[in-house]
T-cell receptor
Framework: AQSVAQPEDQVNVAEGNPLTVKCTYS??????LFWYVQYPNRGLQFLLK??????LVKGSYGFEAEFNKSQTSFHLKKPSALVSDSALYFC?????????FGKGTTLSVSS | DAGITQSPRHKVTETGTPVTLRCHQT?????MYWYRQDPGHGLRLIHY???????DKGEVSDGYSVSRSKTEDFLLTLESATSSQTSVYFC?????????????FGPGTRLTVL
């Protein structure tokens, strides 16, 4: 069965510093991986996806993610964090009809 | 939120009462989904639709039914609400069913069952 794991419930980073939100996956076949962000009292917003090709995927709001097949990881990154990046981040993998989501990681960026 | 509205946005109801949540889209996307979000579980698929009158079950479908009589509307019904169905419910849409198609989410409905 397809699954994703987000090993950190919370990540704290200072504004201006680089940030990483971790995700590992377990799939049979080719992985189709996604990152979403959820701001308080809002729905999920799509950030980026990996389908095939370049291992570094660029997405919205300056975020990028690095696909690593040997480590079965798809970590979300940003070179310089903003306070406004504080939110709940979800990694997901496509499994048939549905997206299978991780439990989410709360990112807190301090000024 | 990608042309998706959900109603109501908040609802408090009592155990045993029926509840219907509505999802409306203006994108003319074929595929629609209902998820529930609970702390520590991420989002889990309840039901989905792949066309008018075409629906199927997801991971956590027990206690829920759905209907889709028009492309733009997808209804989720709790026939007899229970406290375990207290959750935030999200509707999502996608253009296609291919693995590379991302899903776009509505703003959510917060349901409390007392």
């Amino acid at each position: 069965a397809q699954s994703v794991a987000q090993p950190e419930d919370q990540v704290n980073v200072a504004e201006g510093n680089p940030l990483t939100v971790k995700c590992t996956y377990s799939v049979s076949g080719n992985p189709y991986l996604f990152w979403y962000v959820q701001y308080p009292n809002r729905g999920l917003q799509f950030l980026l996806k990996y389908i095939t090709g370049d291992n570094l995927v660029k997405g919205s709001y300056g975020f990028e993610a690095e696909f690593n097949k040997s480590q079965t990881s798809f970590h979300l990154k940003k070179p310089s964090a903003l306070v406004s990046d504080s939110a709940l981040y979800f990694c997901a993998v496509r499994s048939g009809t549905a997206l299978i989501f991780g439990k989410g990681t709360t990112l807190s960026v301090s000024s | 939120d990608a042309g998706i509205t959900q109603s109501p946005r908040h609802k408090v109801t009592e155990t045993g009462t029926p509840v219907t949540l509505r999802c409306h889209q203006t994108e003319n996307h074929r595929y629609m989904y209902w998820y529930r979000q609970d702390p520590g579980h991420g989002l889990r698929l309840i039901h989905y639709s792949y066309g008018v009158k075409d629906t199927d079950k997801g991971e956590v479908s027990d206690g829920y039914s759905v209907s889709r009589s028009k492309t733009e509307d997808f209804l989720l019904t709790l026939e007899s609400a229970t406290s375990s169905q207290t959750s935030v419910y999200f509707c999502a849409i996608s253009q296609g069913l291919a693995d590379y198609n991302e899903q776009f989410f509505g703003p959510g409905t917060r349901l409390t069952v007392l």
